[in-house]
């Protein structure tokens, strides 16, 4: 069956005290083989303002800490699907 972020944050052991909720990346493999990345806001999905996002094979969550900046994530994110475009799928 497929999750929605929640219930995948949820069954990881939920959030830390100090993570972002206003800021989850959730990184996406494109059939290309590249990575799409979306900010998600945690915060507005459970109370209903947005869709909740549902996972597709192969994402990603990703949950920074609040200080955090988007420029430091992205860093981070474009040195890990570096790394994984080296792995044969």
Same mark, same amino acid.
């Given at each position: 069956?497929? *999750?929605? +972020? *929640?219930?995948?944050?949820?069954? %990881?052991?939920?959030?830390?005290?100090? %993570?972002?909720?206003?800021?989850?990346?959730?990184?996406?493999?494109?059939?290309?083989? %590249?990575?799409? %990345?979306? +900010?998600?806001?945690?915060?507005?999905?459970?109370?209903?303002?947005?869709?909740?996002? +549902?996972?597709?094979?192969?994402?990603?969550?990703?949950?920074?800490?609040?200080?955090?900046?988007?420029?430091?994530?992205?860093? *981070?994110?474009?040195?890990?699907?570096? +790394?994984?475009?080296?792995?044969? *799928?």
């Amino acid at each position: 069956r497929r *999750y929605t +972020v *929640y219930e995948a944050i949820t069954e %990881s052991g939920g959030l830390m005290p100090d %993570s972002d909720k206003k800021r989850i990346l959730l990184m996406r493999r494109t059939p290309e083989g %590249s990575y799409t %990345s979306t +900010v998600l806001k945690l915060d507005e999905m459970i109370a209903g303002k947005v869709p909740m996002e +549902v996972l597709a094979p192969g994402d990603q969550i990703i949950i920074p800490e609040k200080k955090w900046t988007l420029t430091k994530i992205m860093t *981070y994110v474009g040195m890990i699907a570096g +790394v994984r475009g080296l792995r044969p *799928y």
